[in-house]
């Protein structure tokens, strides 16, 4: 099953990257919508003289991924606020729009909307129009996954015109006060104060059921044990996140090491670390994660406690 979602989020290079390589997402097209011009360049369009706008357009399978989901996505990539651009880019080719293709898609985008109006995250009217799909023109073939082709250029320019900014300013997680007493010791020592519980004494290094492991905080889906294997060190290892958007990754100089922490997006609790001495034939990468900062859900019990769309990772998609 394919369906396809179009959002405009002002310039498209920043706006495949949160989306792309994530579970039912086959392709994320760069290119030009909403104008009254046939196949536009470039040029033309950051010209304000066709009425396009640059945009993406999704392909996905909503049994996997959600059309809900990507919603949720497309407003934290954004100013919902600016109707004149989006941070340093200015003009009508820099708007936000979504772009709904029936009229299901037409109710979701204007629920998702109205939510976020009444969340009070921000203070000004949300003004991203909820507009009706029209021919789309995929960009040059230089801008198509330019945050892969020009990765330092494309970081350069993300934190240069201002997105990155604003995205952690809106978007970062907010810290319960009270996660001291609902945590044991060790899981909030490990989550909130970077802590390493011991290997091969831990609740999941050797656990075999099938099911998935998730965010003890948020709830957040992280891990598949379709992923998981035993890689000798005495904590829980796996070669991949469920979803890489939901886990972010950064530079640890901790402890005279240099190795690369993994942290949870949602409630920013600290996971493990990543290491480059994985399984070749699956990528290569080995999640090392603590125990005490995942809650382990096995598949006969994802339906009932509200994970019965992850199910797809233990049946033939082919």
Known sequence: ????????????????EPFD????????????????VEEPTYEQVVSEQTGHVEAVQIEFDPRIMSYEE?????????????????????GESYRTAIFYHDAKQKEMAEKSKQQLAESGKFSRPIVTEILPAQPFYPAEESHQYYYKKQAFHYKMYKKGSG??????????????????EQLSSLAYHVTKENGTEPPFANQYWNNEEEGIY??????EVLFSSTDKYDAGCGWPS??????SYYVTEHLDLSH?????????KHSDAHLGHVFPDGPKEAGGLRYCINSAALRFIPKREMEREGYGHYLFLFTDKE
């Open 70 to 90: 990507l919603l949720s996505t497309f407003w934290q990539q954004i100013d919902p606020t600016d109707a004149s651009g989006q941070f340093h880019d200015r």
């Open 214 to 219: 998730v965010d003890i905080i948020s709830g």
């Open 238 to 243: 796996f070669t991949k996140p469920i979803d």
């Open 163 to 180: 997105r990155e900014l604003f995205i952690n300013e809106h978007w970062q997680p907010k810290h319960d006060s009270n996660l001291k």
């Open 256 to 264: 005279g090491m240099r190795r690369m922490e993994v942290r949870s």
């Open 1 to 16: 099953m394919r369906e396809l979602a179009t959002f405009a989020g002002g310039c498209f290079w920043c706006m495949v």
């Open 21 to 36: 390589e994530r579970p039912g997402i086959y392709q994320v097209i760069s290119g030009y919508t909403g104008g009254h």
